[in-house]
């Protein structure tokens, strides 16, 4: 991949190799160019909705044995609201592409936001590449099954990677117009999935799915942590801070609807699987078909056309993620190359395009790496799944522990942060909202540790079990002792951190 003109521009007076004052007129981000619709695409985009519907959700019926799965998503989306609440009025005051770094240095402290800043880059990798092995299964399967080519599955994730790739280099609205025509053709086959459901029917449309006892009981650990991995990336909307058309108020509102809509969708189209199965049926056929359960029922209602329709949208839908990811990895580069958390020729931006070049293209640098070593480990596996049920399932798993861990820190630096501003907004969004919502995330982070085996498909406790989420904790806490090493070493660097442009 040719390495585009960039552009990187040094602080008055400061020599290059020094400690300068690493946040004034670094590199530029392109400003002013998203809007609130565009940016509410590409927060879905990220949680891929037609994958959770065809491939979340009958693997959270299947593992847990609970009906009560749509329900979950009701109970999180509340979680979610009240985080966004004071994720919002945050989003207002910090405009820092690296969101979650940035929230947790100004409301907890610079060293904890050092350390949460490598926490967040293990984790949306994880998460960008684990998409990659699901990918390259789906795009594989797809080929043999619809026009008889064998690629294997590693091909079709590089494919995908050099694509991904180049859009990261280009403008962002690049990115928001191809992720909105995209998240718009989910949507309208999920909908169809959902209208059929309901016309099918074989024990009549109930509230089953919906009744919390079918929720909380045995297992509803590991079906909300299940379920939170849906919606992973909703909080991407502040890593546009930058480049958005008004930055105190597109993220909020983005933020918000998305969130809702998330919520509401998965909601609705996991409870239309479960009458369009039936209560009593739907977890045996979920334990049967898992994620190609969707895909049955539409081959047994719908024509094959459809059917085919539906499994290369699912395709675009994993696509979609992975530019969405990608971005997210290339912005949290950017944010910490600027401000010398990481090396600083990471802040490199494209002359023309405003993209996060250097971040874009270390993120690609990453994932070339895991994919390659994945496809090496699977030569030799006779299993197809392989990619799915260890790079996909490892990773992303691991992306959402790191993701909620964040989450549950960021609601406490809001009730730090927003201390300050006690005239300005009211108790409910200051600490109410906030401090439910960081009692909710730390519950959830609990939730998914106790369960971590059943998420990654491990039969009782296993060397997985703890090393998978110690690749993504210690980084945080190599880098929480670096920054505080910081203060006396390199004072002008750890003044800036977190500052997103401009020193405190």
């Given at each position: 991949?040719?390495?585009?003109?960039?552009?990187?521009?040094?602080?008055?007076?400061?020599?290059?190799?020094?400690?300068?004052?690493?946040?004034?007129?670094?590199?530029?981000?392109?400003?002013?160019?998203?809007?609130?619709?565009?940016?509410?695409?590409?927060?879905?985009?990220?949680?891929?909705?037609?994958?959770?519907?065809?491939?979340?959700?009958?693997?959270?019926?299947?593992?847990?044995?609970?009906?009560?799965?749509?329900?979950?998503?009701?109970?999180?989306?509340?979680?979610?609201?009240?985080?966004?609440?004071?994720?919002?009025?945050?989003?207002?005051?910090?405009?820092?592409?690296?969101?979650?770094?940035?929230?947790?240095?100004?409301?907890?402290?610079?060293?904890?936001?050092?350390?949460?800043?490598?926490?967040?880059?293990?984790?949306?990798?994880?998460?960008?590449?684990?998409?990659?092995?699901?990918?390259?299964?789906?795009?594989?399967?797809?080929?043999?099954?619809?026009?008889?080519?064998?690629?294997?599955?590693?091909?079709?994730?590089?494919?995908?990677?050099?694509?991904?790739?180049?859009?990261?280099?280009?403008?962002?609205?690049?990115?928001?117009?191809?992720?909105?025509?995209?998240?718009?053709?989910?949507?309208?086959?999920?909908?169809?999935?959902?209208?059929?459901?309901?016309?099918?029917?074989?024990?009549?449309?109930?509230?089953?799915?919906?009744?919390?006892?079918?929720?909380?009981?045995?297992?509803?650990?590991?079906?909300?942590?299940?379920?939170?991995?849906?919606?992973?990336?909703?909080?991407?909307?502040?890593?546009?801070?930058?480049?958005?058309?008004d930055p105190r108020r597109t993220a909020g509102v983005a933020t918000l609807i998305a969130i809702s809509v998330i919520a509401l969708f998965y909601a609705f189209s996991s409870w239309a699987m479960v009458v369009g199965e039936g209560a009593s049926n739907v977890i045996a056929r979920s334990q049967e078909f898992g994620p190609d359960l969707m895909f049955v029922f539409l081959a047994e209602n719908a024509g094959e056309w459809f059917v085919t329709l539906a499994n290369l949208m699912f395709i675009t839908s994993l696509f979609a993620a992975l530019v969405a990811f990608h971005n997210i990895v290339a912005r949290y580069f950017f944010a910490l190359g600027r401000e010398r958390v990481l090396p600083g020729w990471l802040?490199?931006?494209?002359?023309?395009?405003?993209?996060?070049?250097?971040?874009?293209?270390?993120?690609?640098?990453?994932?070339?790496?895991?994919?390659?070593?994945?496809?090496?480990?699977?030569?030799?596996?006779?299993?197809?799944?392989?990619?799915?049920?260890?790079?996909?399932?490892?990773?992303?798993?691991?992306?959402?522990?790191?993701?909620?861990?964040?989450?549950?820190?960021?609601?406490?630096?809001?009730?730090?942060?927003?201390?300050?501003?006690?005239?300005?907004?009211?108790?409910?969004?200051?600490?109410?909202?906030?401090?439910?919502?960081?009692?909710?995330?730390?519950?959830?982070?609990?939730?998914?540790?106790?369960?971590?085996?059943?998420?990654?498909?491990?039969?009782?406790?296993?060397?997985?079990?703890?090393?998978?989420?110690?690749?993504?904790?210690?980084?945080?806490?190599?880098?929480?002792?670096?920054?505080?090493?910081?203060?006396?070493?390199?004072?002008?660097?750890?003044?800036?951190?977190?500052?997103?442009?401009?020193?405190?």
């Amino acid at each position: 991949m040719s390495h585009p003109t960039t552009t990187r521009r040094s602080a008055p007076g400061a020599t290059p190799g020094t400690d300068r004052p690493p946040l004034v007129d670094g590199g530029r981000l392109g400003a002013r160019r998203i809007g609130i619709p565009a940016l509410v695409f590409m927060i879905i985009a990220a949680s891929a909705p037609l994958t959770v519907v065809a491939g979340g959700v009958p693997s959270n019926f299947a593992v847990t044995s609970l009906v009560g799965i749509p329900l979950s998503f009701i109970v999180l989306g509340v979680v979610l609201v009240l985080f966004s609440i004071g994720y919002a009025a945050m989003s207002r005051h910090v405009h820092n592409a690296g969101a979650f770094y940035a929230y947790i240095a100004k409301g907890l402290g610079k060293p904890v936001g050092v350390g949460a800043s490598l926490v967040a880059v293990v984790a949306y990798n994880c998460m960008q590449i684990g998409i990659a092995g699901m990918f390259g299964f789906a795009l594989s399967s797809f080929l043999a099954g619809v026009i008889g080519l064998s690629v294997p599955w590693w091909v079709c994730a590089l494919a995908a990677w050099v694509v991904v790739g180049l859009m990261g280099i280009n403008r962002v609205d690049l990115s928001a117009k191809v992720l909105g025509i995209v998240v718009a053709l989910e949507f309208l086959v999920v909908v169809v999935f959902d209208v059929m459901s309901f016309g099918a029917a074989p024990e009549g449309v109930t509230a089953d799915g919906l009744v919390p006892d079918q929720l909380f009981a045995s297992g509803v650990g590991a079906a909300l942590a299940f379920s939170i991995a849906a919606f992973m990336g909703f909080e991407s909307g502040a890593i546009y801070n930058e480049e958005v058309k008004d930055p105190r108020r597109t993220a909020g509102v983005a933020t918000l609807i998305a969130i809702s809509v998330i919520a509401l969708f998965y909601a609705f189209s996991s409870w239309a699987m479960v009458v369009g199965e039936g209560a009593s049926n739907v977890i045996a056929r979920s334990q049967e078909f898992g994620p190609d359960l969707m895909f049955v029922f539409l081959a047994e209602n719908a024509g094959e056309w459809f059917v085919t329709l539906a499994n290369l949208m699912f395709i675009t839908s994993l696509f979609a993620a992975l530019v969405a990811f990608h971005n997210i990895v290339a912005r949290y580069f950017f944010a910490l190359g600027r401000e010398r958390v990481l090396p600083g020729w990471l802040e490199r931006t494209g002359r023309r395009s405003g993209a996060p070049v250097a971040g874009s293209l270390a993120q690609s640098g990453v994932a070339l790496v895991v994919i390659l070593v994945f496809g090496l480990a699977g030569a030799g596996s006779d299993d197809p799944l392989f990619p799915v049920l260890t790079l996909f399932t490892w990773l992303t798993n691991m992306g959402a522990f790191g993701l909620v861990l964040l989450m549950a820190l960021t609601s406490l630096a809001v009730l730090g942060f927003l201390r300050r501003f006690a005239a300005e907004y009211s108790f409910w969004t200051r600490v109410v909202a906030p401090g439910l919502a960081a009692v909710g995330l730390i519950v959830l982070f609990v939730m998914i540790v106790a369960n971590f085996n059943v998420l990654i498909g491990s039969e009782g406790y296993s060397v997985l079990s703890w090393l998978l989420p110690a690749i993504v904790l210690v980084p945080g806490l190599l880098g929480t002792l670096w920054a505080w090493g910081l203060r006396s070493r390199r004072p002008e660097t750890y003044r800036g951190i977190g500052a997103g442009g401009q020193l405190d």
